[in-house]
Nanobody, 124 residues
Framework: VQLQASGGGLVQTGGSLRLSCVVS????????MGWFRQAPGKAREFVAA?????YYADSVKGRFTISRDGAKNTMYLQMNSLKPEDTARYYC?????????????????????WGQGTQVTVSS
């Protein structure tokens, strides 16, 4: 199983980016998928997840939208109103299981498959 993330880049404060993550496994439509991010010197943190519903970190709620296209085996993260504090390397993650416990969506250790990440830099 491979996850390939793309779409990162340099953007000004208030700008938008759309991250994509292509997943090469056939349980894409049933499993759980998520986005995490890690800034230099900081721990990896949850951003958004899609499974039995969608979940967002409070810091991105209302600005970011997670979605998936089953026909393309691709997950997206639409990021609007970007802020300098959104600067980080963004990782897509996936798991064959459909999580049933809300807390599990937020926990990086619950996801088995990880992509290589894509850098997002927001200038002030």
């Amino acid at each position: 199983v491979q996850l390939q993330a793309s779409g990162g880049g340099l953007v000004q404060t208030g700008g938008s980016l759309r991250l994509s993550c292509v997943v090469s496994y056939n349980t894409f439509s049933r499993g759980t998928m998520g986005w995490f991010r890690q800034a230099p010197g900081k721990a990896r943190e949850f951003v958004a997840a899609d499974g039995r519903g969608t979940y967002y970190a409070d810091s991105v709620k209302g600005r970011f939208t997670i979605s998936r296209d089953g026909a393309k085996n691709t997950m997206y993260l639409q990021m609007n109103s970007l802020k300098p504090e959104d600067t980080a390397r963004y990782y897509c993650a996936a798991d064959d299981r459909s999580f049933s416990v809300r807390a599990h969506f937020f926990q990086a250790e619950r996801y088995y498959y990880w992509g290589q990440g894509t850098q997002v830099t927001v200038s002030s």
